[in-house]
């Protein structure tokens, strides 16, 4: 394989978990680490594309001078990045563990405890992969990623159809070395023609090596 194999693309990756505010102190997030997502836009950019990063809070840093980050917080700045930038990407791999619900309303001063029982009334936040799916021109390559802990492959399939992917990264909670956090990670890939390929237990950088190979396919 040759090491510029992906220059003239430009590959748009989310990454990391993101923040929903609730009040100025306190946050709903989630136990992404963002590692997977970084290993992507490295691999990406060591093969000559032009990475657009966009990470939710992380503490991680992207070195290779391929790769431009923007750092966002909430969903729906994310959404909104991610939104602007696709019309100008081949790809975009949406690797971020985007929140589902943001508080409905965001308290502007810290909430006081009191004896009672707090409710916290929660929206949906829009789906970023499924608005890449309905954008998506020709020739653009969409990929997601699923985390599922039963029905994998049945979920896996039903969620690359409804977003309109071209492939999706299954991870499941149930494999040991997979997930957040982890430095390793086992992938299944499934292709929008029904195609399904397994991957063995590998370091979070092959296992980005691999699904950019199966990306490369699709230019
Ligand atoms: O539906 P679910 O959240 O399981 O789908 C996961 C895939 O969709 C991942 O690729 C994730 O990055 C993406 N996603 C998104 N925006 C959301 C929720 C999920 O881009 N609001």
Known sequence: QGKEILSGKKIL????????KIDPVRFIGNYSSGKMGFALAEVCA????????IAGPVSLQALHPNIKRIDVESAEEMYNVVVDKFPNMSAA??????????????????IKRTGDDLLLRLKPNKDIAAALGRMKKTGQVLVGFALETNDE??????????KNLDFIVLNSLQ??????KCDTNKITIIEKSGNKLVFETKAKKEVA???VDVLNMYF
């Open 153 to 162: 492959e049945e979920n896996a399939w039903i969620k690359l159809n409804r």
């Open 46 to 53: 060591e093969r000559g594309a032009d990475v657009t990063l």
């Open 13 to 20: 990756i989310t990454a990391g978990p993101t923040y929903e």
């Open 209 to 211: 090596a691999d699904i």
């Open 93 to 110: 791999i949406m690797c971020a563990a985007v929140a589902d619900y943001a508080p409905e309303i965001r308290d502007e001063a810290k």
């Open 175 to 180: 494999d040991k070395g997979a997930g957040f």
